[in-house]
């Protein structure tokens, strides 16, 4: 079982930053892709953006020129680092690790971090 576990959310004022943080956890995994997604009230979740094991990046076009999403292979972690925040950015974040596990896909999600940014 690969474990996946968020941390960095928080308040922020609009204008503000914040940096999202990934770790998967487990033993005789690999990773070909991790993702950032988001869940406001009421809506569905969302891609927001993400990192293969190539390197390969993919971004909401409205996070676009404000978020950077990076990796640290040897540590199996993601980082979500979030500029210009804004009031709709507001939302529940979540993480998606996906790969192979004992030589079988397997997908995590983590339980998500909370972002809420004020105007």
């Known amino acids: 079982q690969v474990q996946v576990v968020e941390s960095g959310g928080g308040l922020v004022q609009a204008g503000g930053s914040l940096r999202l943080s990934c770790v998967a956890s487990?033993?005789?995994?690999?990773?070909?892709?991790m993702g950032w997604y988001r869940q406001a009230p009421g809506k569905p979740r969302d891609l927001v953006a993400s990192?293969?094991?190539?390197?390969?990046?993919n971004y909401a076009d409205s996070v676009k020129g404000r978020f950077t999403i990076s990796r640290d292979s040897a540590k199996n972690t993601v980082y979500l680092q979030m500029n210009s925040l804004k009031p709709e950015d507001t939302a529940v974040y979540y993480c998606n690790a996906r790969g192979a596990l004992w030589g079988k896909f397997f997908g995590s999600w983590g339980q998500g971090t909370q972002v809420t940014v004020s105007s």
């Open positions: 990192i293969t094991s190539g390197g390969n990046t």
């Open positions: 487990g033993s005789s995994f690999s990773i070909d892709y």
